[in-house]
C-alpha cells in the first residue's frame, strides 16, 4: 500500500504559495494551506485540501495547521514556506519596528513552522523543507533592504539546520527567484534580465516540486537562483 503523502504551504493563497500548492496537489500530494486573506481556503477546498486562514507570524495559527494536518492525514512530507512583503524604504529611513517586521516577514516566518514540522519529520526519518527566498540574497539590492538582509539570515539558518537534520533524512532548502510574473512588469527590469523575460509562478513551482521529490533526495543546505541569469555570482 502506498503512502499519501502532506504537503504544508504557508502564505498559500496567492502567488507563488499558491501556485506551490497546485503544484504538488498535481503530483499527488495532500495539500494544507494556510492564509491570512481566506484565499487559502478557497484553493483548498478546490484542491481537495485542508485551509486555514491565519498568519505565519502567529505560532497559534502555525499549530493549528499543523495539528489540522497531523489529525487529518496522521503526518508531513513537505513544508513550502512562503512569504509576503515587508517595509521598503532607504536604508537609514527604515525605523526599528520596520526592521523588526522585516524580520517577521523574511526569517520568522520559516522558523516559526519549521519549529513545529522539523520534529515530526525526524520521527518519520524523512521530510523536504522548501523555502521561497530571493535571487537578491547574495547580490542584495536598494530596492529591497529588509528582504535581503533577512534572507541573507535565512541561507545561514538553512545550512545550520541541513547540518543538523541531514542524517535524519530531513532536507531544507532555498529557492531564490528573480523578477516573477506575480510583481508589476517594468520594461526596465525585463531588460536586465539576459532571458529577456519574467519568470513565471508556474517555474517557481515547478522548482519546489523538484526540491520537495525523491529526485532531489541528495541535495541539502542549498540556494538555488531561479531568476533568468539575472544574478551570476558564487
Partial sequence: MSI????IITA????MGAESARRLAA????VAILSSSGKGEALAEELGG???TGSNQSNDDLKRLVDATMAKWGRIDVLVNSAGHGPRAPILDITDEQWHAGLDVYLMNVIRSVRLVAPIMQKQKSGAIVNISTAWT????AMFPTSAVFRAGLASYTKIFADTYAADNVRMNNVLP???DSLPATEERRDSVPMQR???SAEIAATVAFLASDGAGYITGQNLKVDGGLTRSV
Avoid at 498559500?12 to 502567488?15: A, I, N, Q, Y
Avoid at 503530483?27 to 495532500?30: A, E
Fill in 50 to 52: 485542508i485551509g486555514i
Fill in 27 to 30: 503530483d499527488g500530494f495532500k
Fill in 4 to 7: 499519501e503523502k502532506v504537503a
Fill in 198 to 200: 519574467y519568470g513565471t
Fill in 178 to 180: 528573480g523578477w516573477i
Fill in 138 to 141: 547574495f547580490e542584495p539590492s
Fill in 12 to 15: 498559500g493563497g496567492s502567488g
